[in-house]
């Protein structure tokens, strides 16, 4: 079974630029989230999508992050304009059915906003 | 808001030795309580959840919801445990990951 794919792998960017993230979950899994982990911190959930519909974005910086899903198959996580603090790495990760399931996570994607 | 603390950010203990990795937990309902592993270059994945009340890779993980807890137990580690091991609290929409604990097992 082909895993949750993510790109790019890295990307460097000067603050107040845009940047934009690409996930593929594995397929027929019908819930997708996207996960900010910080240097020296643990994963934080930005926004969780069961199919194309969003389940919970509450942790999500609304003013420059946005998020879509459409067809309910893979998503893109947009920044704009990025911050010095965006600095992270964007986890995706994706589960069968919503809720007490196992998260099968993606490689991720390493941010530098220089 | 819940919470999960993981008190240890870094766990040094020789191979052979005993392993506790702390999580405690802050929620009033009923919990679901996950751990998940980070090898080095690889990708986080599920080690065990409470519910399976399983034993994987020697490791054990016992709820307990009187002192709020979940911590991680292996009896005798192996140089192939180490690794960043996070707590993660699934409450429906509301996933909350700890900060994580490295573990490093020495020869």
């Known amino acids: 079974e082909a895993g949750v794919a993510q790109s790019p792998r890295y990307k460097i960017i000067e603050k107040r630029q845009s940047v934009a993230f690409w996930c593929n979950p594995i397929?027929?899994?019908?819930?997708l989230y996207w996960y900010q982990q910080i240097l020296g911190q643990g994963p934080k959930l930005l926004i969780q999508f069961q199919n194309n519909g969003v389940v919970d974005d509450s942790q999500l910086p609304k003013d420059r992050f946005s998020a879509e899903r459409l067809k309910g198959v893979d998503s893109t996580l947009k920044i704009q304009p990025a911050k010095l603090e965006d600095s992270a790495v964007y986890l995706c990760?994706?589960?069968?059915?919503?809720?007490?399931?196992?998260?099968?996570f993606g490689p991720g994607t390493r941010l530098t906003v220089l | 808001a819940q919470r999960v603390t993981q008190p240890e950010k870094l766990l040094s203990v020789f191979k052979g030795a005993p392993v506790e990795l702390k999580c405690n937990y802050s929620y009033s309902g009923s919990p679901e309580l996950f751990w998940y592993v980070q090898y080095s270059r690889q990708r986080l994945q599920l080690l065990l959840r409470?519910?399976s009340r399983e034993s994987i890779k020697g490791f054990t993980a016992d709820l307990n919801k009187g002192e709020t807890s979940f911590h991680l137990k292996k009896p005798f580690a192996q140089e192939e445990d180490s690794a960043m091991y996070y707590c993660e609290h699934n409450a429906g929409n509301m996933l909350t990951f700890g900060g994580g604990t490295r573990l490093m097992v020495k020869p």
């Open positions: 409470h519910i």
């Open positions: 990760a994706s589960s069968p059915i919503i809720s007490y399931n196992e998260q099968f």
């Open positions: 397929s027929g899994h019908a819930t």
